[in-house]
């Protein structure tokens, strides 16, 4: 594998920002990373000439990628402000400034895109997200999901996926299980990595899962949102040009004070929320048949009337679906007549309903601040 002076010595031919001094001595790397073989690169840019120098972005992934040993590059354009040209010793010191003006290249035939969120983690939001997936495949719509949260990917396991996804012309081709389109950072690193990187690395590696994966025809993309209401997620809310998101909490309280957070982030960003899903809405002794009520019950259906926003349904706690997830066979597939399979569906045919209404939207114009 190349070593980051061989990296920086291989950018000498790429021409910096002024047009006119190398890349490695413009003082605009913001950050260089290297990991099992792929190599993550941040430039640092004026917000406004973004547009213009992505020759410059791309003609620095070609430069690295011809190195001996590079499997992968992500180069990313951030607005980072920088304290001196050493890679190693950048540091961040602003959030960065971009604009959408449209779909990314790997987008084109992606009819649709839809956010699954959660305003906090550990609601369930990843397993929600792989079964309104499916069930939108098994109501006859070509559905692909993304795994955005970098730091904590989902979709190799519950999907049953392993191996790192190949290239072709340039662009990355997702895998596939159950008739789905899928792609997660969780592909290219093991389950024991840490993903230890600075803003700008996420972000490059967002945009790239955006920007480079051949997605091909799809009526839909499921986007498998990071927990909580950050850059990230107004860098996705943004770059995507998202069709509409769902919210899922669980009924209790702490969870829906963090869910009224992501349906506000949503309704300043001009994305439409389609619903509220609860999920471990209850739970139901496997032995006895006695219902109780874990974390409460109903929170997320009053929450939904109480901001008008539509409630999609009621997904109990259940040692089944919790199984089959992390067998990698969600039980939309591997038990599509069971009554918790019928409840994704009943929500994915809602959501689906709500999208074939819904009329096409321009790229909200913002700025992530």
Same mark, same amino acid.
């Given at each position: 594998?190349?070593?980051?002076?061989?990296?920086?010595?291989?950018?000498?031919?790429?021409?910096?920002?002024?047009?006119? %001094?190398?890349?490695?001595?413009?003082?605009?790397?913001?950050?260089?990373?290297?990991?099992?073989? &792929?190599?993550?690169? /941040?430039? /640092?840019?004026?917000?406004?000439?973004?547009?213009?120098?992505?020759?410059?972005?791309?003609?620095?992934?070609?430069?690295?990628?011809?190195?001996? =040993?590079?499997?992968?590059?992500?180069?990313?354009?951030? *607005?980072?402000?920088?304290? +001196?040209?050493?890679?190693?010793?950048?540091?961040?010191?602003?959030?960065? &400034? %971009? /604009?959408?003006? +449209?779909?990314?290249?790997?987008?084109?035939? !992606?009819?649709?895109?839809?956010?699954?969120?959660?305003?906090? =983690? +550990?609601?369930?939001?990843?397993?929600? *997200?792989?079964?309104?997936?499916?069930?939108?495949?098994?109501?006859?719509?070509? @559905?692909?999901?993304?795994?955005?949260?970098? $730091? =904590?990917? /989902?979709?190799?396991?519950?999907?049953?996926? &392993?191996?790192?996804?190949? %290239?072709?012309?340039?662009?990355?081709?997702?895998?596939?299980?159950?008739?789905?389109?899928?792609?997660?950072?969780?592909?290219? !690193?093991?389950?024991?990595?840490?993903?230890?990187?600075?803003?700008?690395?996420?972000?490059?590696?967002?945009?790239?899962?955006?920007?480079?994966?051949?997605?091909?025809?799809?009526?839909?993309?499921?986007?498998?949102?990071?927990?909580?209401?950050?850059? *990230?997620?107004?860098?996705?809310?943004?770059?995507?040009?998202?069709?509409?998101?769902?919210?899922?909490?669980? #009924?209790?309280?702490?969870?829906?004070?963090?869910?009224?957070?992501?349906?506000?982030?949503?309704?300043?960003?001009?994305?439409? @929320?389609?619903?509220?899903?609860?999920?471990?809405?209850?739970?139901?002794?496997?032995?006895?048949?006695?219902?109780?009520?874990?974390?409460?019950?109903?929170?997320?259906?009053?929450?939904?009337?109480?901001? =008008?926003?539509?409630?999609?349904?009621?997904?109990?706690?259940?040692?089944?679906?919790?199984?089959?997830?992390?067998?990698?066979?969600?039980?939309?597939?591997?038990?599509?007549?069971?009554?918790? *399979?019928?409840? $994704?569906?009943?929500?994915?045919?809602?959501?689906?309903?709500?999208?074939?209404?819904?009329?096409?939207?321009?790229? #909200?114009?913002?700025?992530?601040?």
């Amino acid at each position: 594998m190349a070593s980051e002076q061989e990296i920086l010595g291989a950018l000498e031919a790429v021409v910096g920002p002024d047009g006119k %001094t190398p890349l490695p001595r413009s003082g605009a790397i913001a950050g260089l990373s290297i990991r099992d073989g &792929k190599v993550y690169l /941040s430039i /640092s840019v004026d917000p406004g000439q973004a547009a213009a120098l992505e020759p410059m972005r791309a003609a620095a992934e070609r430069a690295v990628r011809a190195l001996p =040993g590079v499997l992968g590059v992500t180069a990313a354009l951030t *607005a980072e402000r920088q304290s +001196g040209p050493a890679p190693a010793q950048a540091r961040p010191t602003g959030p960065a &400034k %971009t /604009s959408a003006p +449209g779909k990314p290249s790997g987008l084109a035939r !992606v009819a649709r895109i839809v956010a699954v969120a959660s305003g906090k =983690g +550990g609601v369930g939001k990843s397993t929600t *997200a792989v079964n309104l997936a499916l069930g939108l495949a098994a109501l006859g719509w070509r @559905v692909g999901i993304l795994d955005a949260d970098i $730091y =904590g990917p /989902s979709l190799p396991r519950l999907l049953g996926l &392993k191996g790192a996804p190949r %290239t072709e012309n340039n662009m990355i081709v997702p895998l596939e299980a159950f008739g789905l389109k899928a792609m997660s950072i969780g592909f290219m !690193v093991s389950e024991e990595d840490a993903m230890i990187w600075r803003g700008p690395m996420v972000m490059g590696a967002l945009q790239q899962m955006l920007r480079d994966v051949a997605w091909g025809e799809l009526d839909c993309l499921i986007v498998d949102m990071p927990p909580g209401t950050g850059d *990230a997620q107004l860098t996705l809310a943004q770059a995507a040009t998202l069709s509409g998101a769902v919210i899922v909490s669980t #009924p209790q309280d702490l969870a829906l004070i963090d869910a009224r957070r992501g349906v506000a982030m949503f309704n300043k960003v001009d994305v439409p @929320v389609l619903g509220i899903v609860e999920n471990m809405s209850y739970f139901v002794c496997p032995r006895c048949g006695e219902r109780s009520d874990v974390f409460g019950h109903g929170g997320a259906r009053v929450e939904a009337e109480r901001i =008008g926003t539509p409630f999609l349904g009621e997904v109990p706690l259940h040692m089944e679906i919790r199984e089959r997830s992390d067998a990698g066979r969600p039980v939309v597939v591997s038990d599509p007549g069971g009554a918790h *399979a019928r409840i $994704y569906l009943d929500i994915a045919a809602k959501i689906k309903a709500k999208l074939e209404q819904g009329a096409a939207r321009a790229a #909200p114009k913002i700025v992530i601040e």
